[in-house]
């Protein structure tokens, strides 16, 4: 499968723990996206990665969280000192930089903070 | 600014009868427009377009979409609903070009079951 994959696709935490998401974008796609979903709502763009370089941030990605696209191919999401708050569907997706509309989801994880 | 308004947030049909799934749209500019369709455990998949060519878009799975400018909506329908169309379908709309990524606003979406 040549998709885009995304780990853990479940990861259950306490409040205040750290944790870490993996996206693995469609090889040759430059652009990486990550966003926010929560229950009966549409996707929420958090940031987004033009090779390893962050372009942009949403105001919704608070000093807690940090992503990463070190070699500008896999990219990490992290969320520090974890709330309720965060519970969410973080979804990943990747297109070609000339195409920046048609992107390829990965199937997201879900992530329950306790 | 943008902003994409899905008028239902559950539709059911009969498997066999049209799907009618409403959306509407408010950009200052031309918009491009978008349907993208999420079953359960999978991540969102693109089903069709509209970049300013014909207003008529077909995608795929037998959805098309009409871009009516003025009506401002982009409603997504099918002719005849088979069960594995059951699944959460989203209208987004953005501006043309690619400068920034986080113009991309996704509409609240629609379930649609499909009833045997």
């Known amino acids: 499968d040549t998709g885009v994959s995304q780990n853990p696709r479940h990861k259950i935490t306490k409040r205040g723990q750290n944790v870490t998401f993996r996206c693995d974008p469609i090889?040759?796609?430059?652009?990486l996206y990550w966003y926010r979903q929560t229950l009966g709502q549409g996707p929420e763009f958090l940031t987004y990665?033009?090779?390893?370089?962050?372009?942009?941030k949403s105001r919704l990605l608070s000093d807690r969280f940090s992503a990463e696209r070190p070699k500008g191919s896999f990219s990490t999401l992290e969320i520090q000192r974890t709330e309720q708050g965060d519970s969410a569907m973080y979804l990943c997706?990747?297109?070609?930089?000339?195409?920046?509309?048609?992107?390829?989801f990965g199937p997201g994880t879900r992530l329950t903070v306790t | 600014a943008q902003s994409v308004t899905q008028l239902d947030s559950h539709v059911s049909v009969s498997e066999g009868t049209p799907v009618l799934l409403r959306c509407n749209y408010s950009?200052?500019?031309?918009?491009?427009l978008f349907w993208y369709v999420q079953h359960p455990n999978k991540g969102l998949q693109l089903l069709l377009k509209?970049?300013?060519?014909?207003?008529l878009v077909k995608g795929i799975n037998g959805f098309e979409a009409e871009f009516k400018k003025s009506e401002t909506s982009f409603h997504l329908t099918k002719p005849s609903a088979h069960m594995s169309d059951a699944a959460e379908y989203f209208c987004?709309?953005?501006?043309?070009?690619?400068?920034?990524?986080?113009?991309?606003?996704f509409g609240s979406g629609t379930r649609l079951s499909i009833r045997p």
């Open positions: 997706a990747s297109s070609l930089t000339d195409r920046p509309y048609e992107q390829y």
């Open positions: 090889s040759e796609h430059n652009r």
């Open positions: 990665f033009q090779n390893e370089a962050q372009l942009e």
């Open positions: 950009s200052s500019y031309s918009p491009s």
């Open positions: 509209y970049t300013s060519a014909a207003t």
């Open positions: 987004v709309v953005t501006l043309p070009g690619y400068s920034s990524a986080s113009k991309i606003i």
